[in-house]
């Protein structure tokens, strides 16, 4: 079979590009890299601050934790330490501002009746200090028969005194005998087996008594007061405070940095003076049964931050806690054990935080800013909004949220 070859009439080879279409190449490309690198540029240029100020909530907790001088895991160390402390003074007793004056009525017949029984007694003082005892200071006999004496004596310490004495009421029953004891009620029970009385005659009766209806004229003189007498007990039932923390915080070997918690457990109060007797001067005691708790701060202020956080919703920090304004109250105790359980309440205030699943930077990528101001401050816990551009011109803030900064006030 024979091939036939034939020739193309004319130039019909491809023509070379201009060198335009090169040109027109380049010059895209040229434009596109740099829009690129503009795109780049604004991107990397722009960014937002947004600033929110938060409200502060309070939150509380009530709870109870165990102290141990030995703890186990869910306890905490500390002491528990308890003794009696004894705090007495003597005061002066002040001068009436002022002494009021009964004027008695035209005098009524005289009535006769018949006396109480008088007596001698021996008033004995093996106390340490001086004793006085005003007129009328009270004695009483074993079965219960009551005297006074008849005035203001002060029974030197280590020595004695004699003075009358006159039955509180009149009977034959009140006729005793030299040698009966008594107590003086008056004071208070650590001083009774020290200072007491005995009568050295025996008591008898005899004459009148005026009607005990008669008005008679009001003495002047020092006389104590209620409120002079529970004014030194105030300061004694301070000084024997004081003298408590100070003793069981040595005892407990409390550390620097270790709170402490006390309990009055009996508080005991006594006068030689009644108010409304007349005196130079009064003793007066009082005595403080306390137990005393010591524990560490730093121990009890990690345990109740964490309690706290139990109880903040979800988002949300402790702002303020401050240790001092939490109330503990001693709930139960074992000396032997060494144990305590102490009850405490506290109060703190919280924020919302950065960690808040509201305020992920990712919500508001590309958003305008008051867009945004209006988004968030609808949240609880939101009080106000602000947004910062940069540059100051643009109006939205950036595509990534690298180049988006949250701040909590």
Same mark, same amino acid.
């Given at each position: 079979?024979?091939?036939?070859?034939?020739?193309?009439?004319?130039?019909?080879?491809?023509?070379?590009?201009?060198?335009?279409?090169?040109?027109?190449?380049?010059?895209?490309?040229?434009?596109?890299?740099?829009?690129?690198?503009?795109?780049?540029?604004?991107?990397?240029?722009?960014?937002?601050?947004?600033?929110?100020?938060?409200?502060?909530?309070?939150?509380?907790?009530?709870?109870?934790?165990?102290?141990?001088?030995?703890?186990?895991?869910?306890?905490?160390?500390?002491?528990?330490?308890?003794?009696?402390?004894?705090?007495?003074?003597?005061?002066?007793?002040?001068?009436?501002?002022?002494?009021?004056? *009964?004027?008695?009525?035209?005098?009524?017949? *005289?009535?006769?009746?018949?006396?109480?029984?008088?007596?001698?007694?021996?008033?004995?003082?093996?106390?340490?200090?001086?004793?006085?005892?005003?007129?009328?200071?009270?004695?009483?006999?074993?079965?219960?028969?009551?005297?006074?004496?008849?005035?203001?004596?002060?029974?030197?310490?280590?020595?004695?005194?004699?003075?009358?004495?006159?039955?509180?009421?009149?009977?034959?029953?009140?006729?005793?005998?030299?040698?009966?004891?008594?107590?003086?009620?008056?004071?208070?029970?650590?001083?009774?087996?020290?200072?007491?009385?005995?009568?050295?005659?025996?008591?008898?009766?005899?004459?009148?008594?005026?009607?005990?209806?008669?008005?008679?004229?009001?003495?002047?003189?020092?006389? #104590?007061?209620?409120?002079?007498?529970?004014?030194?007990?105030?300061?004694?039932?301070?000084?024997?405070?004081?003298?408590?923390?100070?003793?069981?915080?040595?005892?407990?070997?409390?550390?620097?940095? @270790?709170?402490? *918690?006390?309990?009055?457990?009996?508080?005991?109060?006594?006068?030689?003076?009644?108010?409304?007797?007349?005196?130079?001067?009064?003793?007066?005691?009082?005595?403080?049964?306390?137990?005393?708790?010591?524990?560490?701060?730093? !121990? *009890?202020?990690?345990?109740?931050?964490?309690?706290?956080?139990?109880?903040?919703?979800?988002?949300?920090?402790?702002? !303020?806690? !401050?240790?001092?304004?939490?109330?503990?109250?001693?709930?139960?105790?074992?000396?032997?054990?060494?144990?305590?359980?102490?009850?405490?309440?506290?109060?703190?205030?919280?924020?919302?935080?950065?960690?808040?699943? !509201? #305020?992920?930077?990712?919500?508001?990528?590309?958003?305008?800013?008051?867009?945004?101001?209006?988004? @968030?401050?609808?949240?609880?816990?939101?009080?106000?909004?602000?947004?910062?551009?940069?540059?100051? @011109?643009?109006?939205?803030?950036?595509?990534?949220?690298?180049?988006?900064?949250?701040?909590?006030?």
């Amino acid at each position: 079979m024979a091939i036939k070859l034939s020739r193309a009439s004319g130039n019909n080879f491809p023509q070379p590009p201009s060198p335009k279409l090169f040109r027109n190449i380049a010059v895209t490309f040229v434009l596109i890299t740099l829009a690129v690198i503009a795109i780049a540029l604004w991107t990397s240029s722009v960014k937002a601050t947004v600033i929110v100020k938060a409200k502060s909530e309070p939150v509380s907790v009530d709870t109870v934790f165990d102290i141990s001088s030995t703890p186990l895991a869910d306890q905490i160390k500390g002491r528990v330490v308890s003794g009696t402390f004894t705090e007495a003074k003597e005061f002066p007793v002040e001068v009436a501002t002022s002494t009021p004056v *009964v004027v008695a009525p035209t005098p009524a017949p *005289v009535q006769e009746t018949p006396t109480k029984t008088v007596g001698r007694v021996k008033i004995i003082n093996n106390y340490s200090k001086d004793q006085p005892l005003v007129v009328k200071t009270r004695l009483l006999t074993s079965d219960g028969k009551l005297f006074r004496i008849s005035k203001t004596v002060t029974v030197p310490s280590g020595g004695s005194i004699e003075v009358d004495a006159v039955s509180d009421e009149a009977g034959s029953e009140y006729q005793i005998q030299s040698g009966t004891k008594f107590t003086i009620p008056g004071l208070w029970i650590d001083l009774q087996h020290l200072i007491f009385a005995q009568a050295i005659t025996d008591f008898q009766s005899g004459g009148i008594i005026s009607n005990p209806t008669t008005p008679k004229k009001t003495a002047s003189g020092k006389v #104590l007061t209620a409120g002079a007498q529970a004014k030194a007990y105030e300061q004694l039932y301070a000084a024997a405070l004081e003298k408590a923390k100070q003793s069981l915080s040595v005892e407990a070997g409390a550390e620097a940095g @270790w709170e402490s *918690v006390y309990l009055i457990n009996t508080a005991q109060k006594q006068s030689n003076v009644a108010p409304g007797q007349e005196a130079d001067n009064f003793l007066a005691q009082v005595k403080l049964n306390v137990t005393a708790v010591f524990f560490p701060r730093e !121990d *009890v202020l990690a345990l109740l931050r964490t309690r706290l956080k139990e109880k903040l919703p979800q988002g949300y920090a402790l702002a !303020d806690f !401050d240790l001092s304004k939490a109330t503990f109250k001693l709930e139960s105790t074992d000396m032997k054990k060494g144990t305590a359980r102490l009850a405490i309440s506290a109060e703190a205030m919280s924020k919302l935080s950065i960690d808040s699943p !509201d #305020l992920r930077k990712d919500l508001i990528v590309g958003l305008p800013a008051d867009e945004v101001i209006r988004k @968030w401050s609808v949240l609880d816990g939101v009080e106000e909004v602000d947004v910062e551009l940069h540059p100051d @011109w643009v109006r939205r803030l950036p595509s990534m949220k690298d180049k988006i900064t949250v701040v909590i006030n």
